[in-house]
């Protein structure tokens, strides 16, 4: 067995589903469209790839002495199964995130940079890091395709996958970059929630809810509602991926809802404890318990007011903004009567703006 073969046996027999090898050349095509998303303002903000593009396409920015990538793909489906149809007083969690799948990854990777390793060469792994586009490395090893959901897409595993790489000073044989695409397909397109697709391959993050549930600060009121049962991800556009069908037909187990209440009841240190792999802003869990807010308004159930109204008179003001606006979402007269009460004793001016909208909505619904 070649070096080359060892690897890729090494990899699947290690959990990935594919592994392929690509140079260190600068992603010349991503870089540009990177600097049009920004320009564009589609980025939102963040950081991560688009606060350092020109570094996150040009692997030798960080690693001067790269020659090749090896990326990874490890499936999380079947095993992270199906939140299934809504449930009373729960939340839904993206499957992505059931369990912290980038574990498993990791310890592919490893696997790969050992056999690496024991050849005299040098091996990092790079997992969701903003040194590198993992997704354009992907492609460029032949791992996958880009989908018009912005997602690679790998065959018979279509999106429902993570990626990383070992970066190593190994000289391999490459890979061909893998240039499919999804055709006339646009499933993804309309499937998302808020029409953050824009365009194929082009997703604007300030509609997009899986960012917005990952984003610090307000979430926006017309984009509330929408959220729906969603405490962390969106797998709509992935639900609907023909590539990916058959794997998800098979992800059964009932697996990714969470208990509001306990959500908006626990200590900080219980929280991090159990979602510590999620994506929190800060580490601040206050972002948590805001997601979970508005999973509770948008329940339209009068009998959660109880579990709400400790918040509008929480010390963190973007606690009170949302359960303004969820009190305001679930209405009667004991929602009601807290949202004046607070009206009169606000003294963050975005609160009380919220207070008022709430109360205007409680009141026409009533």
């Known amino acids: 067995m070649d070096l080359v073969e060892r690897i890729r046996a090494t990899a699947v027999n290690s959990g990935l589903v594919d592994v392929g090898i690509c140079g260190v050349e600068t992603f010349s095509e991503a870089l540009e469209a990177i600097k049009l998303r920004i320009e564009a303002g589609f980025h939102a903000g963040m950081a991560f790839t688009f606060g350092d593009p020109a570094s996150a396409t040009d692997v ?6 790269a020659e090749r990538l ?11 199964g199906s939140p299934g149809p809504a449930v009373a007083g729960t939340a839904r969690v993206a499957r992505f995130a059931v369990e912290d799948y980038y574990l498993p990854l990791r310890r592919g990777l490893e696997a790969v940079a050992h056999v690496i390793r024991e050849e ?32 690679v897409l790998v065959p018979a595993y279509g999106p429902w996958v993570l990626l990383g790489s070992v970066v190593t000073d190994l000289i391999l044989p490459t890979d061909r970059p893998m240039w499919r695409d999804c055709g006339t397909c646009t499933a993804c ?51 609907v991926c023909p590539p990916g069908g058959r794997l998800l037909e098979t992800a059964t187990e009932r697996r990714g809802r969470v208990d509001v209440a306990d959500v908006l009841t ?9 979602f510590g792999h999620f994506y929190i802003p ?82 026409e619904s009533a």
Not at 70 to 80: D, E, I, T
Not at 266 to 274: E, G, Y
Not at 314 to 319: E, S
Request: net charge negative.
């Open 60 to 65: 030798r920015a960080s690693f001067p002495w």
């Open 70 to 80: 090896v990326v990874g793909a490890l499936a999380y489906l079947p095993a992270a």
């Open 120 to 151: 005299g060469s040098s091996a990092e792994i790079v997992i969701d890091d903003s040194r590198l586009m993992d997704r354009v490395a992907a492609v460029h090893a032949g791992v996958g395709w880009w989908g018009k959901s912005a997602m």
């Open 189 to 239: 397109m309309p499937a998302c929630p808020t029409g953050a697709i824009v365009a194929p391959g082009v997703v604007d993050a300030r509609r997009c809810l899986s960012y917005l549930a990952q984003s610090p600060g307000i979430i926006p009121r017309e984009l509330r509602s929408v959220m729906g049962d969603r405490l962390y991800g969106c797998d709509d556009c992935l639900e």
């Open 266 to 274: 626990a200590d900080d240190a219980k929280l991090l404890a159990r």
């Open 282 to 363: 800060d580490r601040e869990v206050r972002h948590l318990r805001r997601n979970a807010l508005v999973v509770v308004g948008n329940t339209g159930d009068a009998e959660a007011v109880p579990l709400v109204l400790p918040f509008l008179g929480h010390h963190d003001w973007l606690l009170r903004l949302h359960a303004a606006w969820a009190l305001g979402r679930l209405g009667g007269a004991a929602a009601l009567l807290a949202l004046r009460m607070r009206s009169s004793g606000e003294r963050r001016t975005e609160v009380t703006e919220e207070i008022l909208l709430s109360l205007a909505d409680a009141e």
